[in-house]
């Protein structure tokens, strides 16, 4: 019987929506799957089984949804990236695997004013050791850092972070002239004003104040009428008149705090144009404040105003919609608000943003989710309003307008489709070492989205454990190698001995320095050490199955009972967690030539899959009936066989049918990673 060796070069595409099973016209449906379960997409096109979590430890507490967020203080050296975990009124702190503590045994713990209800709507934005925290419901607050288990919330106070001068007196009181002084910080920035003080003489009279710390220099301004105008710099704490006419086109900052109360408090934030710049508050859901040039806490304007002055802003649209992100692009701040994308920038014919010079115009009209939006290159990802769709903001240099495109139209069916709705709650972008959007369904099941927009490869995956995910963030973190990647954090919830559990859980590195480091398990520990025929610790598993390599050979699975489980062997490295099945499963076959091959008969005796790294997979035409790949060559018995990287070519029971498809599985604790797969296909009519 002739056949005609096929191949599937990548999987590139992803797991495609049933919606697309007919679309042999597209050339994303010849790199795409029918299933991508609990395997990943490389950027390069082939595809891995995930790597299992490593259990980190439990929330603070297990009946309330907690949220991970990500502080990214700085890369080298390395060890100062952390996982904060948000509960009810408390945060603790997660870094480099473990959770940080406070003293030998004690976990660090953080008093918040925010509540486990209130976690969604949070907003963060950070500046070096500090970040601004948002909430519509709640004053802004800042987050600083100033040691590993060291962390302060303070309300965010906004005015000049200097004070005005102290102590101003004339030389001989009058009411002839009147000045108003002003400190200059080391840092640019400006105070308020001090009280006027009247001289008796108004062409020679002398002012004198106290010198203030951190001055660099005092604006001196003279009164006029009803209105005080600039007439001097000076950097010692004393001041002459000479007949100076004042200049009341430049005129002292005046005091003002836009978030005043509640209602009033902004709902995100963010740093753009040398201003730290706030959005989206209650009763003013469409406006932006931008502070000071320079002075991320001081919202002090002048009359007439000043080139560096705060600025505020309304979006003029039909509809009212919430600001909730700011996001810098480029040279733009990117506005997401429910029902809009906006451009803000100083204009086509401006170098800087001053409240002369912010223009802002609308680019898209789909609208955004309270899910903080992803810059994964020149590209903003955002989950569309209704949370049901990914969207890219890219920027059109013909149309000078950025475009939102769909990133989630192959694979709508992970998020859409005729049988339920799901939305993306939270996700975060794993940039090293695959390029992987890590998104929260609403369901509790992790999809994976590898994005890697130069090369056009957007390919959706989705992921299982037992147990449902409810929180994930990414930090970088150094390796035992010393080599720095996004280390990508879990809550999940899961039911053991009958009660509902919420562990901490790290996704473990997908490099090993040989087979024994492989880690294909979920919520698992590792033992290292002198050879056991018991592991134990394992509390958090307490009555569940799970799976089980030891020294690099799969274990018989086990029961944990009493936190231990008993081993048929000694080992010296033991890696035990809950098992998961990771399924590959191609589209019905369409061969290259002679019309199509879409509802006729072909028989598929032989498939060809090349690996890299792989071991223990299993190939057929479906779930039941699967051909275990055999490799074992050169290892001794008694050793465990060792990854292979090459061709496998694998004899399939198989029977005539109009599909073709091929269905691989990885069910044991090992590593699988598909490149292509050649089936020999003998064609029907």
Known sequence: ?????????????????????????????????????????????????????????????????????????????????????????????????????????????????WAAADLPLLKFVQS???????????APRQLTRTGHANWTLSTITFAPSVDAPT??????????????????????????????????????????????????????????????????QVTDATWTDDTIAPNIGNTPPGSRNPFSGAGEWPGCSTYYAQRQAFGGSTNKPQHLWFSVTGA?????????????????????????????????????????????EWRCYPGPSANALTPGSCVTEVQSSFGCSDVPPILAGSSLLFVQERGSRVRALEFELLQDQFQAKDMSILSQHLLFDTGAQYAIEEWAFAEEPFRIVWA??????????????????????????????????????????????????????????????????????????????????????????????????????EGKTVAILGDGSVVPSQVVSGGAVSLDGAYSKVIVGLPYTADLETLNLELPVGGTSQGRMKKIPLVTLRVKDSR??????????????????????????????????????????????LFVRQGYPLPVTVLDLIPDVAPGK
């Open 1 to 113: 019987m002739a056949t005609l060796p096929v191949i599937q070069p990548s999987f590139a595409a992803g797991e495609l929506s049933p919606f697309l099973y007919g679309r042999v016209d597209l050339a994303k449906f010849h790199v795409g799957a029918r299933t991508m379960l609990n395997f990943f997409v490389h950027p390069h096109g082939g595809a891995s089984n995930r790597p299992g979590t490593r259990y980190v430890g439990n929330v603070d507490d297990h009946d309330v949804r907690h949220r991970l967020v990500p502080f990214r203080f700085r890369s080298s050296p390395a060890g100062q990236n952390y996982g904060l975990v948000f509960g009810d009124m408390t945060m603790q702190v997660v870094k480099d695997g473990g959770f940080v503590e406070s003293s030998p045994g004690v976990i660090y713990t953080l008093a918040t004013p």
């Open 440 to 541: 929260v369904r609403s369901d509790g099941v992790l999809l994976g989205f590898t994005f890697m927009r130069e090369h056009e490869v957007f390919a959706w995956h989705r992921h299982t454990t037992d147990g449902v995910v409810e929180s994930v963030c990414s930090v970088p973190e150094a390796t035992a190698g010393g080599a720095l990647l996004d280390a990508t954090y879990l809550i999940v919830r899961r039911t053991v001995g009958g009660e509902t559990r919420r562990y901490v859980e790290r996704l473990q590195e997908r490099t090993f320095a040989t087979v024994a480091d492989a880690w294909f398990v979920d919520c698992g520990l590792m033992y290292d050490g002198a050879p056991v025929d018991e592991v134990t610790g394992l509390d958090h598993l």
């Open 167 to 232: 102590n101003l007196a004339a030389s001989a009181a009058g009411t002839a002239a009147y000045i108003e002084v002003t400190t200059i910080a080391d840092t640019g920035e400006e105070s308020l004003p001090t009280a006027s003080v009247g001289s008796s003489s108004a062409s020679a009279g002398t002012w004198t104040w106290d010198a203030m710390p951190n001055a660099v220099a005092y604006n001196v301004y003279k009164k006029k009428g009803s209105i005080h105008g600039f007439v001097a």
């Open 296 to 340: 991320f806490n001081n919202m002090n304007v002048s009359q007439p105003t000043r080139d560096d002055d705060a600025i505020t802003r309304a979006l003029v649209s039909r509809e009212v919609n919430q600001v909730r992100h700011l996001v810098p692009v480029g040279k733009s701040m990117l506005v997401m608000s429910s029902g809009a």
């Open 128 to 138: 070096a050791d500090t970040m601004t925290i948002t909430h519509p419901g709640y």
């Open 616 to 661: 223990g997979a299993r190939v057929g035409l479906n779930q039941t009936v699967l051909q275990e790949v055999k490799q074992r060559q050169s290892e001794a018995l008694g050793s465990p066989m060792q990854p292979y990287s090459g061709d496998w070519r694998v004899t399939i029971p198989s029977e005539w049918n109009t599909d073709g498809r």
